[in-house]
């Protein structure tokens, strides 16, 4: 015979595996997705020297035309801290964004947003060394997901009624959304120190929202989506749960 206490245990949920579903089931998608790759490589991190091959660093992405770290950079994560602070930004700050584009706009958005990000990164970082003659402009390095972050709140920020306000992640302060995107990136450069790549990122956001070829640049027909969504490998994904297909978006 089980004792009470031990088939009591055995009849309750982990509380663990109970959030971890309850967050599966109201995240989005791609962005669920983009969380379990920084999880991957986070957990690869341990084993494989992933940062130094694939960071995004002018002198070998240019320099070397290694140019598929131009892409790579964006889904290195090699601290605990970088994968519990962009999960906590992608889930709050970025899950509406695909929720209102739907996930294959989304997605493309997204792509998008780190080649453009990346690519001028890499070359301003060139442009200063050939003005300035500074060195240490093509060793300045571009990774994770923060400036994606950084460039779609501001991109959200800047759609949204600018004199509107909303808390700064789980501090007790507000701001407005005009400057939310600055406060974010002051914060995030008092963690982890200066990153340029961040500047670029939020200087692009607001290009995005105030200079309309930019956006039409960045912005995928119903057609164009659609026929991405009839291909592999996202057919595939269609049917999983939180995926927000063409004509499905809220608030649309």
Same mark, same amino acid.
């Given at each position: ?64 035309? %290694? ?54 990164? /890499? ?17 300045? %390095? ?9 460039? /779609? ?47 670029? /990122? ?24 659609? @026929? ?10 269609? @049917?999983? %749960? ?8 809220? @608030?649309?």
């Amino acid at each position: 015979m089980i004792p009470q206490n031990v088939e009591n245990a055995q009849n309750d949920p982990n509380p663990i595996l109970t959030k971890y579903k309850d967050w599966i089931h109201t995240t989005p998608f791609i962005t669920r997705s983009i969380v379990h790759l920084q999880l991957i490589s986070y957990i690869t991190s341990f084993i494989l020297p992933l940062s130094s091959s694939l960071t995004n660093i002018p002198l070998f992405t240019i320099g070397s035309l %290694e140019l598929y770290r131009i892409i790579t950079s964006a889904f290195i994560c090699d601290s605990i801290f970088t994968l519990l602070f962009t999960t906590l930004t992608l889930t709050t700050l970025t899950s509406p964004t695909e929720l209102k584009k739907g996930s294959c706009q989304y997605l493309l958005f997204t792509i998008s947003v780190i080649t453009t990000t990346s690519t001028l990164f /890499s070359l301003t970082s060139y442009g200063i060394h050939a003005i300035t003659g500074e060195p240490m402009s093509l060793i300045w %390095e571009s990774k994770g997901m923060w400036g994606f972050v950084l460039t /779609s709140v501001t991109v959200q920020c800047n759609n949204e009624d600018p004199e509107g306000k909303r808390r700064v992640l789980f501090f007790p302060v507000e701001v407005k959304n005009r400057y939310y995107p600055l406060v974010l990136l002051s914060l995030f450069t008092f963690l982890s120190g200066f990153r340029f790549d961040l500047f670029i /990122s939020v200087g692009f956001g607001y290009l995005y929202t105030h200079n309309p070829s930019t956006r039409s640049f960045l912005t995928f027909s119903d057609v164009t989506v659609e @026929g991405v969504e009839g291909r592999w490998p996202v057919v595939n994904w269609v @049917g999983k %749960e939180g995926y927000v297909r063409v004509g499905m978006e809220v @608030g649309e």
